[in-house]
């Protein structure tokens, strides 16, 4: 019905003609439907039941299977996985390519996945790696940056990423990083501020220099998301709370300007909230820092304005980002 209508009104306003209208509205009706998001999130589905389902079935009969059979069957899965990987790769290019082999990315990240169940397995058991505890979570961080950087797998990247934040000593993954995290020490605060910078370095400089552009993005959400939350933590509980402050407007105002090059809503949204936070910390404190009741006043007619700029902001998005109506 939508689409019906604006062709009448593109008719009405002679931009096509009745043919070029009807021959528009025969195509949109009898189009194929593309299942391709659907399938790959089924695929992604049967990967994380697969794993999930093998680590209850082992668990449950660990006694009548023995450590070893469950050694040689996981190491199985994950040397054929990468087998397969390795087979039907693509030459490596620092530009994005498409596999013409759909699976290979499914099978690459069953591949990763039984990989971390073999080395936490091989440490539970076997005590593999001793007390070197780093090594756990550093070895996964380089196979899967070497892997997503061969095969060009932005989920492997994401988990490559968040394996090296482990190893540093802070959750990145976004749902877990407020309750993972201890925002309370000083020292954490400025180690995921630090990484989160970086990792948002990282990315700009890919774009920047075209290694892998597609994958700035993952740096930048991750690595800021990660950044601005420390940051905003650090504000709240810190004795240099207008140095957080300025950091934070900073980091703000370079993801609005991000978002309105590569006209992105998430780095949009992302840069106007965390520096909406900011900036009314930065009032109410200043108000408070002054003792002067008059500021106090003012201060409650801030959310009454930033209320109806929040208003405007969303009737204006597309038009901040430039985007066309």
Same mark, same amino acid.
């Given at each position: ?38 399938? $790959?999130?089924? &695929?992604?589905?049967? #990967? =994380? ?5 093998? +680590? !209850?079935? /082992?668990?449950?009969? %660990? ?90 797998? $932005?989920?492997? &990247?994401?988990?490559? #990423? =968040? ?5 540093? +000593? !802070?959750? /990145?993954?976004?749902? %877990? ?108 404190? /200043?108000?408070?820092? %002054? ?35």
């Amino acid at each position: 019905m939508k689409t019906q209508t604006i062709l009448n009104s593109l008719q009405e306003k002679g931009i096509i003609s009745a043919e070029q209208g009807n021959a528009i509205a025969e195509f949109e009706e009898h189009k194929p439907f593309s299942l391709h998001y659907e399938l $790959r999130t089924l &695929l992604y589905l049967g #990967i =994380t039941l697969l794993t999930g389902g093998l +680590g !209850v079935l /082992i668990y449950q009969n %660990l006694d009548t299977i023995g450590h070893g059979v469950i050694v040689a069957l996981i190491a199985i899965i994950t040397l054929g996985c990468f087998g397969f990987v390795l087979w039907k790769r693509q030459p490596f290019t620092w530009q994005e390519h498409q596999n013409p082999h759909t699976f290979t990315d499914f099978a690459l990240l069953l591949g990763c996945s039984s990989f971390l169940v073999l080395e936490g397995y091989l440490q539970y058991q076997y005590d593999l790696f001793g007390t070197k505890y780093g090594l756990v979570t550093f070895l996964p961080a380089v196979l899967f940056f070497i892997s997503a950087y061969f095969f060009d797998h $932005r989920g492997v &990247l994401s988990m490559a #990423i =968040t394996a090296f934040a482990s190893w540093v +000593g !802070v959750s /990145i993954a976004p749902f %877990l990083v407020l309750s993972q995290n201890d925002f309370s020490a000083p020292h954490f605060l400025n180690t995921a501020v630090g990484l989160g910078l970086g990792l948002s370095a990282v990315g700009l400089f890919s774009e920047y220099k075209n290694l892998k552009k597609h994958f700035s993005f993952t740096y930048l959400l991750l690595g800021s998301n990660l950044a601005l939350i420390a940051l905003l933590m650090a504000m709240f509980s810190q004795t240099l709370w207008l140095v957080y402050v300025l950091i934070t407007l900073s980091l703000c105002v370079g993801l609005f300007l991000y978002a309105r090059k590569t006209q992105s809503y998430v780095f949009l949204l992302m840069g106007t909230i965390y520096g909406y936070i900011a900036l009314t910390y930065l009032l109410f404190k /200043i108000a408070e820092l %002054l003792e002067n009741q008059e500021l106090w006043i003012l201060a409650m007619y801030y959310f009454l304005i930033s209320g109806v700029g929040v208003v405007f902001f969303l009737l204006k998005i597309k038009k901040i980002l430039g985007i066309k109506e």
